[in-house]
């Protein structure tokens, strides 16, 4: 297939939107959950509804929101947004080897679509580091699935949100879909051990200002996993 092709067209299209589709009802539980948490907090439905379409970070969104309600100075919104969207910044070099050769405004696209479990099943799916064809297909299958579920459950909380009775316990009820959905994605040392250490250091950071707990986690998480990739050429040689 010429690489001009449109990505939908790809057989790695269908398999990266196939392999999001598991994990999807998490994804639009938690977005079903921010946009309901948007519009109780007070902020109006159209500045939730533009908030939702241009941030598209179910994280980001909850902790700026009450700040926005409160009248917090715009700066303290950016700084907490930004610290929790760091991980991104972490996420993207780890996707650099593989469209860095892309145009500029092509990268843009991607980078606005790129979520944590886009990053996780991309990862699975090419391990090795080196840029192929199939890959900015598969990237759009998953995309257009997370995006799609993520969006069309975040605009019905919102539009839902003000009938929602707040004892639902929706809050709850997503935690609970993203935990079962983080837990699919653990099959092995490699996974589980990163998994386990971002925990523990997200809760021995919880007194860190502005939620830099979770950078904390997501960067022991990444060191983990590189230690345990770096280890196996040495494992292998000792075996050999």
């Known amino acids: 297939m010429s690489e001009a092709s449109p990505p939908w067209r790809h057989p790695e299209y269908r398999r990266g939107a196939k392999e999001m589709v598991g994990i999807a009802l998490g994804i639009a539980a938690w977005g079903l959950v921010t946009g309901v948490a948007m519009v109780k907090s007070g902020i109006g439905v159209w500045i939730a509804l533009l ?136 099959s092995d040392r490699a996974t589980w051990l990163p998994a386990v250490l971002a925990g523990t250091a997200a809760v021995a950071a919880y007194a860190l200002p502005l939620k830099l707990n979770m950078l904390v986690a997501i960067a022991a998480a990444v060191a983990m996993g590189m230690a345990i990739d770096h280890s196996k050429p040495l494992r292998n040689r000792l075996m050999a």
């Open 51 to 186: 908030m939702s379409l241009t941030v598209f970070a179910g994280t980001a969104q909850l902790a700026s929101v009450p700040l926005i309600a409160a009248g917090a100075p715009i700066w303290v919104v950016w700084a907490t947004a930004l610290c929790l969207n760091l991980r991104f910044v972490i996420f993207s070099a780890q996707w650099r080897p593989y469209f860095k050769h892309l145009p500029l405004g092509q990268r843009a696209r991607l980078a606005y679509f790129t979520a944590d479990l886009n990053y996780v099943l991309f990862m699975r799916r090419f391990p090795g580091g080196k840029p192929a064809p199939e890959q900015l297909p598969y990237f759009w299958g998953g995309a257009t699935v997370n995006a799609g579920s993520w969006h069309v459950a975040s605009l019905a909380g919102i539009l839902l949100g003000n009938h929602v009775p707040t004892e639902w316990g929706l809050g709850f009820a997503g935690t609970m879909a993203l935990l079962g959905m983080t837990y699919s994605l653990l």
